[in-house]
């Protein structure tokens, strides 16, 4: 057993409002400068849509993530030899104005400078990249609430499944789904690239590019199944999302999940088993990688695993953190959360409590609480996002959330528990408290620092220590 400690994500779904505010803040933190205008870091999807970039789900397109062949799992982009073959021309590579966006402006000064007219003037777009007027044909929140129909009707998602669900007009859904890097156990981005500058962190997890060893052969674009890495025209190197690792190792959240409207982030540590990690992610039916990478994550309160984990160099802080991590809670302990497509078996670490829904049109003069099956979201849906196709993982996932729901509104109308229920009252009170009404203390359990100082500690510190670092011998 080789343990390692993770720095890991969930986001409730249900309560996300789209209101884009973690991609406003990454964006203005990380990516406004020029040759990252098109990039973000996290962005908000409508579901259903085609995504960003375009149809960046499908893996028959773009070669994203790994595959089996035989028993050994492999890119799918490709062996060594042929992703060489590929070094100065990548037929998969997503490009700027087709498959993302030509980020544009307004050309203000027309408004400011304008002289003495009988009609208003008008600011018209202007592209970024060329400074040259242009239309603008499509946009990172192009799809927003379902506002281009017809590429909703393209999901890639919603093809897999056409021929076994026929939605009804009344029985329309929709969700946002915030999208970030998912740091993964796995990642192909890290053994696709050619010069080795993109790298998994021991000691956090967090996945990072090298800008001094990056050479810009961009095989790690295609080669990211959710297509969250992105290619800097203005530096010739790749960009992606640090998990904001400066903030991490001050004790703080990333700043998507800081600014959250809705707090529907959760952050902190898991410990995995490195060793089960390749045969998780060569499970052969994708169906079963969901089961098998929760057998990958540890019990932290374990004390052979506790121990295994000093070890392994492993701080008494990190040890704590895990022991009280929400993520852990909420991803194996009551199993409320999912991977995002977990058969790319890259292994990612944000994870997702799937969305409930209004009930279904047919059903909902009958029943005030309903089963899973009465959701307006079809099952297989979600099971295609976040089970590999698994149905019954989801059904089960999403009736958790229902029991919940149902135990706490008999609790408030003083009337009996149901029986034959899967966790006791106690349990599902807990998860109603942390999901639903956590306090920002509660959501992130993040230690501070390499060492393992406490961030409210550094603050008090701020001011009275003259030029010498707070914290520091």
């Known amino acids: 057993m080789k343990i390692k400690a993770q720095v890991c994500m969930t986001l409730n779904l249900d309560k996300c409002i789209g209101c884009h505010t973690c991609s406003i803040t990454c964006k203005n933190v990380w990516t406004n400068r020029e ?25 028959e397109q773009w ?45 203000y000064e027309t408004l400011i400078h304008s002289k003495r007219r009988n009609h208003q003037p008008v600011a018209r777009p202007r592209s970024l990249i060329t400074q040259k007027r242009m239309n603008i044909r499509w946009g990172p929140n192009w799809e927003d609430d379902l506002a281009s129909g017809d590429s909703a009707r393209q999901d890639y998602n919603l093809k897999q499944l056409s021929k076994q669900i026929t939605l009804e007009f009344e029985d329309i859904f929709m969700r946002y789904l915030p999208r970030n890097c998912n740091h993964c156990l796995n990642p192909a981005c890290v053994a696709a690239c050619p010069s080795g500058a993109i790298y998994k962190r021991d000691e956090d997890g967090v996945v990072l ?23 800097n025209w203005k530096s010739n190197k790749a960009e992606k999302c640090t998990l904001c690792y400066p903030r991490l190792e001050n004790g703080l959240p990333t700043v998507c999940s800081d600014t959250c409207v809705g707090r529907i982030r959760f952050m902190g540590i898991l ?45 008494d802080a990190w040890i704590r953190a895990a022991e009280v991590s929400p993520v852990y809670k909420i991803i194996k ?52 996002l976040f089970s590999g196709g698994n149905v019954d993982v989801v059904a089960k996932t999403v009736q ?19 029986s034959g229920l899967e966790y006791d009252e106690k ?34 510190l701020q001011g009275s220590t003259g030029y010498a670092c707070p914290g520091c011998v």
């Not at 890119?75 to 037929?91: A, D, N, V």
């Open 209 to 231: 590019v090298s800008q001094d060893g990056c050479r810009g052969w961009r095989h790690c674009i295609p080669s990211c199944p959710y297509k969250k890495i992105y290619f």
């Open 333 to 384: 302990q009551w199993k409320l959360a999912l991977p995002l497509h977990p058969e790319y078996r890259t292994l990612p670490m944000v994870w997702y409590i799937p969305p409930l829904s209004p009930i279904a049109k047919r059903v909902e003069a009958d029943v005030y609480l309903p089963d899973a099956q009465s959701m307006r979201i079809p099952l297989e849906y979600l099971a295609s």
């Open 63 to 107: 070669k994203g993530g790994w595959e089996l062949n035989g028993n050994k799992l492999t890119l799918k982009s490709g062996s060594k030899l042929e992703r060489i073959l590929k070094l100065f021309y990548h037929p998969q590579q997503p490009e700027l104005v087709k498959d993302y966006y030509e980020p544009w402006t307004y050309d």
């Open 271 to 315: 410990f995995y088993d490195a060793d089960k990690v390749l045969d998780a992610a060569s499970t052969p039916d994708p169906k079963n990688i969901y089961g098998n990478l929760l057998d990958v994550i540890l019990d932290p309160h374990d004390r052979t695993i506790q121990d295994a984990a000093k070890d392994a160099g492993i701080s």
């Open 400 to 418: 958790r959330l229902l029991d919940m729901r149902r135990v706490m509104r008999q609790r408030e109308v003083n009337e009996p528990i149901p």
């Open 35 to 59: 040759g990252a205008e098109y990039m973000y870091f996290n962005n908000v999807e409508t579901k259903p849509s085609i995504g960003y970039p375009k149809n960046w789900e499908d893996q």
């Open 427 to 460: 349990t599902y009170v807990d998860m109603y408290r942390l999901i639903g009404l956590a306090k920002y203390t509660e959501r992130f359990k993040i230690p501070a620092g390499l060492q393992a100082v406490e961030h409210e500690a550094l603050r008090q």
